[in-house]
Nanobody, 123 residues
Framework: QVQLAESGGGSVQAGGSLRLSCGASGLPPSNYCMGWFRQAVGKQREWVSSISALDNTDYSASVRGRFTISRDNTMNTLYLQMSTLEPEDTAMYYC?????????????????WGQGTQVTVSS
C-alpha cells in the first residue's frame, strides 16, 4: 500500500496561488491513479482532481481552469497548483491513491489517504 503525506497548505488572500505537494512512499505509485479531495467545515469531502498512470487528468467543475494537477514519478510526488483562489476553496485538502481505478478514486474509494493539509483563502 502507498503511504501519502501532504504539504504546502497555508493562508492566502483571494486571487492568490498555492502549490500543494503529496509525497508517496511504500509500493511504487507510478502505476497508481492519484488525486486530490477537499473537505470544508460542515461539508462532505469532495473530489477535486485526479491524474492517471498515463497522465490523463480530470477536474471538478469548481476548479477546472484554475487548478492544475501533475505528478513527478521520479520523485514519487503529486502536485496541485492552485491559482486564482477563492474563499470557497478554503478546506482541508487530502491526497489519495488507487492502484487500479481513477473512477473508484473519484467516487471516494481510494486505497490510501493522506492526513490532509489546510488551505485558507481570505477575502
Amino acid at each position: 500500500q502507498v503511504q501519502l503525506a501532504e504539504s504546502g497548505g497555508g493562508s492566502v488572500q483571494a486571487g492568490g496561488s498555492l502549490r500543494l505537494s503529496c509525497g508517496a512512499s511504500g509500493l511504487p505509485p507510478s502505476n497508481y491513479c492519484m488525486g486530490w479531495f477537499r473537505q470544508a467545515v460542515g461539508k462532505q469531502r469532495e473530489w477535486v482532481s485526479s491524474i492517471s498512470a498515463l497522465d490523463n487528468t480530470d477536474y471538478s467543475a469548481s476548479v477546472r481552469g484554475r487548478f492544475t494537477i501533475s505528478r513527478d514519478n521520479t520523485m514519487n510526488t503529486l502536485y496541485l497548483q492552485m491559482s486564482t483562489l477563492e474563499p470557497e476553496d478554503t478546506a482541508m485538502y487530502y491526497c489519495a491513491a488507487h492502484a487500479r481505478s481513477c473512477l473508484a478514486l473519484e467516487l471516494g474509494n481510494p486505497d490510501s489517504w493522506g492526513q490532509g493539509t489546510q488551505v485558507t483563502v481570505s477575502s
